[in-house]
């Protein structure tokens, strides 16, 4: 009677993992070898271990990623795409995280920006922080239904809450002045606070490159860009920047 109690204000205390362990250890002739404080602790670890690994499916799936099966040990690191192993690893720390760096993951399509991002997201989630993916084009159409259905502020937050921000597909086509001004707004209320990761498009024209150039300016204090191959709009952009300054 006294065990069914406890199991049951286990239960009620949402400690299910350890009302199983419990249970486990009752029908378990061996664990009566063990003394209380050994027996508890196995309780408390079995516990302990599922809430972070529901806390981690929690932030995964609230995540959105495009490839939630992206790892930065599959990253593929031919010596076509000139990619930095080293730097990479020390970004998959998370490190910049916490020093508010942003990250730009530059090349051409389909060389692989979006496993990158997504592989990035992944270890932040793992290492528990809140992550949001989300392609440009789709931002920009959430923020127009907020503008016409007056829940702007409420939706933004959604953007600039997450300890890391995964923008894919940014600035492919040139916005309009609304879809510009939103995309300050994001960035104005994320810079020096908390960090971004862009994947970044090599084919953006025209006044688009501007636009891009103008941001890179305002990010330039903490901006980590990973090419994976020489690219000219870089360079490109980089020399805009003497016109915001």
């Known amino acids: 009677m006294i065990t069914t109690s406890t199991i049951d204000k286990l239960i009620e205390m ?10 486990q250890q009752l029908s378990d002739p061996s664990m009566q070898q063990l003394d209380f404080e050994e027996r508890f602790a196995t309780m408390v670890d079995i516990g302990y271990t599922r809430r972070k690994n529901n806390r981690l499916k929690r932030l995964i799936n609230c995540a959105g990623f495009e490839q939630p099966d992206a790892s930065i040990m599959d990253i593929n ?3 076509g795409r000139k990619l930095n192993k080293d730097l990479i690893h020390k970004l998959a720390s998370c490190a910049y995280i916490t020093e508010y760096r942003n990250i730009f993951i530059n090349d051409a399509t389909g060389c692989g ?3 990158m991002a997504n592989a990035f997201g992944m270890e932040a989630c793992k290492q528990f922080y809140k992550t ?17 259905e007056g829940v702007y502020k409420k939706i933004l937050a959604k953007y600039t809450r997450p300890s890391l921000l995964i923008i894919n597909e940014w600035l492919l086509l040139k916005p309009t002045p609304a879809e510009a001004k939103d995309i300050i707004e994001l960035l104005h209320h994320r810079r020096k606070k908390l960090p971004l990761s862009f994947a970044l498009n090599t084919s953006m024209k025209g006044g688009t490159i501007n636009l891009a150039a103008m941001i890179l300016h305002s990010l330039m204090p903490f901006l980590i860009v990973l090419c994976m191959m020489p690219i000219l709009l870089t360079l490109r952009a980089l020399m805009l920047l003497k016109t915001y300054q």
């Open 77 to 79: 690191y031919t010596s």
């Open 113 to 115: 920006k979006t496993y």
């Open 14 to 23: 949402r400690l299910t993992a350890m009302s199983d362990a419990y249970r």
């Open 132 to 148: 949001k993916y989300v392609r440009l084009p789709d931002f920009l159409i959430d923020m127009t239904y907020a503008r016409e």
